[in-house]
C-alpha cells in the first residue's frame, strides 16, 4: 500500500504532467515527511508516471536517506525551504511556458502583477487590487550558490507562495500540498494572463 506522502507526489506528477507544465524530466516535487525530512523525487524520472520506488527520502540538507536513488540537484532549493520556514509543508518545482518566457521578459528582480481576481487564490490575498510579487532568481548550475541567493532573498521578509528562476521555471510551496497546488494553479493562470497581456500590448 502506497503512503499518504507518496501518493500525494504521484498525484501531482500525474495532474501537472497533464497540464504540460512538466515537460520531459524536469521539474521535481516534495513533501515534508518529518522535521528533519523530506520525500522528494528521484532525478531523471518523468513526473507524469511516477512510481513509489521513484521517490526518496532525504535529510534537510539534501542528503539521501537509506536509498540508492539519486537526488536531483535541485534538491537543495526544496531543502532550503524547509529550512527557512517550517510551515512549507510540500513543494512543486514546474517548467511551463508561460513562467519560463516572463522570467526572462522581466530583467529586474521582482515579476509585479496586480488587477487580477485570480490572486486571491494565493493564500493571504483578499482583492484583486494589491499587487503580489514574486521573486526572480538567475539561473545557475551551482545550486550551493543558489540556494544561498534564496537565503539571502528570504531577508528581511520571506518570499509568499513561489519564485521563478530565470530561463528556467517556478517554485511554489504551501503548508500542504493541497495549499502548494492551489498556489501554483493560481499562479499558472496568472502567469498566461500576463504573458498574453503583454503580447497584446506589444501588437504580436
Given at each position: ?12 506528477g ?8 512538466c515537460?520531459?524530466t524536469?521539474?521535481?516535487?516534495s ?16 513526473k ?5 520506488e ?31 520556514d ?5 513543494v512543486l518545482h ?6 519560463t518566457?516572463?522570467?526572462r ?14 490572486q ?5 490575498n483578499?482583492?484583486?487590487d ?29 518570499l ?6 530565470r530561463?528556467?521555471?517556478l ?6 500540498m ?14 498566461a ?12
Amino acid at each position: 500500500m502506497i503512503d499518504t506522502a507518496a501518493q500525494q507526489i504521484i498525484d501531482a506528477g500525474q495532474w501537472i504532467d497533464a497540464q504540460g507544465w512538466c515537460p520531459a524530466t524536469g521539474g521535481n516535487f516534495s513533501v515534508r515527511s518529518g522535521p528533519e525530512r523530506a520525500l522528494i523525487t528521484a532525478s531523471g524520472c518523468h513526473k507524469g508516471h511516477l512510481t513509489p520506488e521513484q521517490l526518496l527520502q532525504v535529510d534537510l540538507d539534501g542528503q539521501p536517506q537509506a536509498s540508492l536513488l539519486k537526488p536531483s540537484a535541485e534538491t537543495l532549493l526544496h531543502t532550503r525551504l524547509y529550512q527557512l520556514d517550517n510551515r512549507i509543508g510540500a513543494v512543486l518545482h514546474t517548467h511551463s511556458v508561460a513562467s519560463t518566457v516572463l522570467s526572462r521578459l522581466e530583467s529586474g528582480q521582482w515579476l509585479t502583477i496586480s488587477g487580477y481576481e485570480m490572486q486571491k487564490s494565493l493564500s493571504g490575498n483578499h482583492t484583486h487590487d494589491a499587487s503580489i510579487r514574486i521573486a526572480i532568481l538567475d539561473n545557475a548550475q551551482d545550486m550551493q550558490a543558489l540556494a544561498a541567493e534564496l537565503s539571502q532573498r528570504w531577508q528581511p521578509e520571506a518570499l509568499q507562495w513561489g519564485f521563478l528562476v530565470r530561463g528556467h521555471g517556478l517554485y511554489t510551496w504551501g503548508h500542504d500540498m493541497n495549499e502548494a497546488r492551489r498556489h501554483l494553479e493560481g499562479l499558472e493562470f496568472l502567469f498566461a494572463c500576463e504573458l498574453e497581456m503583454r503580447r497584446l500590448s506589444a501588437g504580436v
